[in-house]
């Protein structure tokens, strides 16, 4: 079981705008930055949003990320057929000194 | 561009030590830019951190497995390693080496670069 909770699947259709949560505790989320990942199936987790809200270079600024208490959100606007995967989120857990990682959501564009 | 890739076993029996290597290439894990870690993804499942190791030789390690797992790094080699003591079933997963940014020079605080993983499976 995650320490972060994630939606097991979230879906949308192409140019919607979908929202994926993540909700911790005070430990985690509360009091430090949120960070996602994107995941396609076979390959490696990719990192998508950092510190909350900032984005690496060449991510494209149709996603983005906020934080709410002990909450967060990434958001997907003009959803498109190649956003289909698996997205973490993570952050760092001051009570198990470490960074814990949501169970992941499995976005499908319908 | 740095790149990592990790190599060992595929298949491991139940009790033994699961030892996996993380080749870093294109930077140097001296460089003091990242922590080195080690995640792993059971068949289906989440994303599990399991330790981290810095070039100077500070390491953390994920509280439910500190007793089973050793990360050590060989700057010699440009390698990080991976030791999982008394395996079973539970811990057959994708496991991958990843850098977590330690400074401003990356992407602070995130697991910024990963390889692509190996499968390891454990079975008598």
């Known amino acids: 079981q995650s320490v972060l909770t994630q939606p097991p699947s979230a879906s949308g259709t192409p140019g919607q705008t979908v929202t994926i949560s993540c909700s911790g505790s005070?430990?985690?989320?509360?009091?430090?930055?949120v960070y996602w990942y994107q995941q396609f199936p076979g390959t490696a987790p990719k990192l998508l949003i950092y510190r909350i809200f900032k984005r690496p270079s060449g991510v494209p600024d149709r996603f983005s990320g906020s934080k709410s208490g002990t909450s967060a959100s990434l958001a997907i606007s003009g959803l498109r057929s190649e956003d289909e995967a698996n997205y973490y989120c993570a952050t760092w857990d001051d009570s198990l000194s470490g960074p814990v990682f949501g169970g992941g959501t499995k976005l499908t564009v319908l | 561009q740095v790149q990592l890739q990790e190599s060992g076993p595929g298949l491991v029996k139940p009790s033994q030590t699961l030892s996996l290597t993380c080749s870093v290439s294109g930077g140097s894990i001296s460089s003091g830019d990242h922590y080195w870690s080690w995640i792993r993804q059971p068949p289906g499942k989440g994303l599990e951190w399991l330790g981290y190791?810095?070039?100077?030789?500070?390491?953390n390690y994920n509280p439910s497995l500190k007793s089973r797992v050793t990360i050590s790094a060989d700057s010699s080699k440009n390698q990080i390693s991976l030791n999982l003591t008394s395996v079973t079933a539970a811990d057959t997963a994708v496991y991958y080496c990843a850098s977590f940014c330690s400074s401003n020079n990356c992407y602070p605080n995130a697991f910024d670069l990963w390889g692509p993983g190996t499968l390891v499976i454990v079975s008598s």
């Open positions: 005070r430990s985690n989320i509360g009091g430090n930055y």
């Open positions: 190791i810095y070039y100077s030789g500070t390491s």
